[in-house]
Nanobody, 126 residues
Framework: QVQLAESGGGLVQAGGSLSLTCAAS????????MGWYRQAPGNERELVAT?????????????KGRFTISSADSVKGRFAKNTVYLQMNSLKPEDTAVYYC??????????????WGQGTQVTVSS
C-alpha cells in the first residue's frame, strides 16, 4: 500500500501565500509523477499542477505565474524523499478549495498505482 501525507494549507487573506507538502510512503518501487488537484464546493475536482520524474511540469492556466510545484530533488529522474511541494503566492478567494495530492508510480511488486491523499483545506478570504 501507498500512503500520502499532506501538510500545509489553512486560512490566508487574499494576496497572501501558503505552501503545501505531500510525502509518499509505503510499498513504492518508483514514482512517475506527483501532483495537486483541488475541489471547491459544488465544483468538479480540477488539476492544479503536476510534475513528473523527468522534471516536466504542467500547470492549470488559472494558477500559472502564481503557484510553483517542485520535488524534493531537482535531479531529473528522481523524486528524492518521494515528496512534492506546492508554493502558492498571490492567492485569490477563488483559490479556496480542498487540495488533494496524487501520485502515480509502480509498487514494489511492479504493479502500477495511482493514489490520492485525504485533502487539505485552503481558504482565502477577501
Amino acid at each position: 500500500q501507498v500512503q500520502l501525507a499532506e501538510s500545509g494549507g489553512g486560512l490566508v487573506q487574499a494576496g497572501g501565500s501558503l505552501s503545501l507538502t505531500c510525502a509518499a510512503s509505503g510499498s513504492i518501487f518508483t514514482i512517475n509523477a506527483m501532483g495537486w488537484y483541488r475541489q471547491a464546493p459544488g465544483n468538479e475536482r480540477e488539476l492544479v499542477a503536476t510534475i513528473n520524474s523527468g522534471g516536466a511540469i504542467n500547470y492549470a492556466d488559472s494558477v500559472k505565474g502564481r503557484f510553483t510545484i517542485s520535488s524534493a530533488d531537482s535531479v531529473k529522474g528522481r523524486f528524492a524523499k518521494n515528496t512534492v511541494y506546492l508554493q502558492m503566492n498571490s492567492l485569490k478567494p477563488e483559490d479556496t478549495a480542498v487540495y488533494y495530492c496524487t501520485v502515480w508510480g509502480y509498487s514494489a511488486a511492479r504493479t502500477p498505482f495511482n493514489h490520492w491523499g485525504q485533502g487539505t483545506q485552503v481558504t482565502v478570504s477577501s
